[in-house]
């Protein structure tokens, strides 16, 4: 955090740093452009970005010299009416111009006097209305940012005269209209992002633009067929055209292209068998293949990827059937796999556990069968942080040796914890979808730090071991709809990051244990239809469940159900605080947000919030989990 004066002796020459030609104070907290800038005569890189900059821009910086100014992040206000006539003022040598989340409502005037302009970000703001055609007359403008704006109409022709244009992104806005043939021609883009508009008919052909690096056309209403000229484009990297109405067969004919690194056909009609290439890797670059929810079908082969490549392989929601590829086994740098929703009928793949750094594997809703045995504990799953195979056929007892090869979700460090990131590289970032507090969740980007364990609705019995918890980074567990019986364990009080539990439809009784009271990360608890009795416990998260939490527990009694413990001539629970055994737990969990303090500003304080409550108060207010702000671009 740096602190400026406000007034400085600017008469001083040996104060205003005579050679200073690149000055970067980004994140430090400042609130007001810093007065002592505009004695820097020398200055032509000026970043102030992520500050707390209110206000109009000074009139001492529009004279300025600059090259490159960065206002990202800022509140900034730009005068409606500026004296453009005059050539020394509007930053009369500007070329590159940052103004991302900065809240502005309208293109500001004074860009249509920046004709040497260069490089113009605006994304994430609140323009609208079409694209302005005086934007045409930037003849030196290569790239242009516009994403995550609220801008209206088709993308203008005239755009395609722009003949330095490499980078074109206006993601997420509202544009309609076809994609301009034109843009196939523009020889020297590189990026072209049209993600997230209304845009509709087919794929331009891209006969000319042989330069194409990143081609992201998702989440429109596009149709037809893929144009076979992307062959051409020998720099493609990244090809999204995922969540739109393309019936096409797979792309077999981009199998050339050497930097291909992402391919997301998702949410298509893509159809047909993908062929056998049996020692013949044909996309030799291919570090992510996204094929998920089209059509599909026949037996499942990956022989046409190089195994030591890919990354991410995700085919749910297809026709796919027969057994899970055993090469599978071969692809050592495979993080992301997703099978979920098709046919494939095998048993549990124990034999993915050498994979060294497979993070997420989904086998729900498909014919899988069997135990869950021969689990390897010495090397097990390492990295395994989302293991869902729900809607299966899986019987047997919960093996502790298939508990004890979940490495991952047994540890994580507060250091780990603490960091935001994200499954994926800089140009790719993985999603997934779980089954997270009663519902079905599409996470676009997947943190490092999520940890799911769903085995629900297949045929499990037997006790929950009290190994499970082991798994004590575990934030959300999915045990419904099986045949777990006996109690709940003890054991799972452990599970200090849950924040979601759900044993919903088995055979469980006895009472619910009050020390699940301390999961005070807990938002979300499902025990219906079990065969539980007794109280429901009063603290904590408790107070915040409603009676589906407990529905078809007819035995259960207390808040939030209506039926009372007398009336079943069971005593009432004390309220909290009102006995010795209460107040202990009160001390004890202060203890334990003490603690968390020491460890963790946030958890401790949580904690400590909701000791204060339960001793001040009879009802605690449920608690909200706060995130950082993520980066923008992650798709």
């Avoid at 990051?497 to 759900?502: A, F, K, N, Q």
Wanted: aromatic share 10%; with cysteine; charged share 20%.
């Amino acid at each position: 955090m740096i602190d400026f004066p406000k007034q400085l002796p600017l008469n001083d020459a040996n104060f205003s740093f005579p050679m200073l030609k690149d000055l970067r104070l980004t994140s430090c907290n400042i609130s007001a452009f810093p007065e002592f800038i505009k004695t820097q005569d020398k200055l032509v890189d000026l970043d102030l970005s992520s500050n707390h900059i209110h206000g109009v821009v000074p009139n001492w910086l529009w004279k300025s010299s600059l090259l490159s100014l960065d206002l990202s992040f800022n509140v900034i206000d730009f005068p409606k009416q500026l004296p453009l006539s005059d050539a020394n003022f509007s930053f009369p040598m500007l070329r590159r111009l940052r103004l991302e989340s900065c809240n502005i409502s309208a293109f500001p005037e004074f860009l249509k006097s920046q004709e040497n302009l260069e490089e113009f970000d605006a994304s994430s703001n609140n323009l609208s209305g079409p694209i302005p055609n005086w934007l045409c007359n930037m003849s030196q403008l290569s790239g242009l940012d516009a994403s995550y704006n609220n801008l209206s109409g088709p993308i203008p022709n005239w755009l395609c005269n722009m003949s330095q244009l490499y980078s074109f992104d206006v993601s997420y806005n509202n544009l309609s209209g076809p994609i301009p043939n034109c843009l196939g021609n523009m020889s020297a883009l590189s990026w072209l992002g049209l993600q997230g508009n209304n845009f509709s008919g087919m794929i331009p052909k891209f006969s000319k633009a042989t330069q194409l690096q990143f081609l992201k056309v998702s989440e429109n209403r596009l149709e037809g067929k893929l144009p076979r000229s992307l062959a051409k484009c020998t720099q493609l990297m990244v090809l999204d055209v995922g969540s739109n109405m393309i019936n096409d067969t797979f792309p077999f004919w981009l199998e050339k292209l050497p930097a291909l690194k992402v391919l997301i056909l998702r949410e298509n009609r893509f159809y047909g068998q993908i062929k056998h290439f049996k020692h013949k890797s044909v996309f030799p670059t291919l570090d992510v293949l996204d094929i998920a929810s089209n059509q599909f079908s026949g037996e499942l082969s990956i022989d046409f990827l190089q195994p030591t490549r890919v990354r991410s392989l995700k085919i749910g929601g297809n026709k796919l059937e027969g057994k899970l590829s055993r090469s599978l086994a071969n692809c050592t740098a495979l993080e992301v796999l997703d099978l979920g929703n098709n046919m494939v009928h095998d048993t549990f793949p124990f034999w993915l556990e050498k994979l060294p750094s497979l993070k997420v594997l989904v086998l729900r809703a498909n014919r899988f069968y069997g135990t869950i045995s021969k689990i390897d504990t010495e090397r097990g799953f390492p990295k395994l942080r989302i293991l869902d195979i729900g809607s299966n056929n899986f019987s047997g007892d919960l093996s502790i040796e298939f508990l004890q090869s979940l490495k991952a979700m047994a540890t994580m460090t507060n250091d780990e914890k603490a960091k935001l990131d994200y499954i994926g590289e800089s140009y790719y970032q993985d999603s997934v979808t779980i089954v997270n507090k009663g519902i079905e969740m599409f996470y676009q980007k997947v943190l490092a730090i999520l940890t799911c364990l769903d085995l629900s609705n297949n045929s499990f019995h037997g006790r929950i071991p009290e190994e499970i918890q082991m798994l004590r980074s575990l934030r959300v567990m999915n045990l419904s709809n099986n045949g777990f019986s006996s109690e709940i364990p003890l054991a799972l009080q452990n599970l200090k990051d849950l924040e979601s539990l759900d044993l919903s439809r088995n055979k469980l009784s006895g009472k619910i244990p009050p020390q699940l009271t301390s999961l005070t990360f807990l938002e979300a608890l499902n025990l219906s239809y079990n065969q539980l009795e007794g109280s429901i416990p009063q603290s904590n998260q408790f107070f915040t469940f409603t009676s589906d939490s407990y529905r078809g527990n007819p035995k259960l009694c207390g808040l939030p159900l209506s039926r009372k413990c007398n009336e079943v001539g069971l005593p009432m629970p004390p309220p909290p605080g009102e006995d010795e055994d209460s107040w202990l737990y009160a001390l004890s969990t202060l203890k334990i947000a003490l603690i968390g303090y020491a460890s963790g500003l946030v958890v401790g304080l949580c904690i400590g919030y909701t000791v204060l409550n339960e001793l001040g108060n009879k009802w605690v207010d449920k608690f909200k989990k706060c995130g950082k702000r993520n980066s923008r671009r992650c798709r």
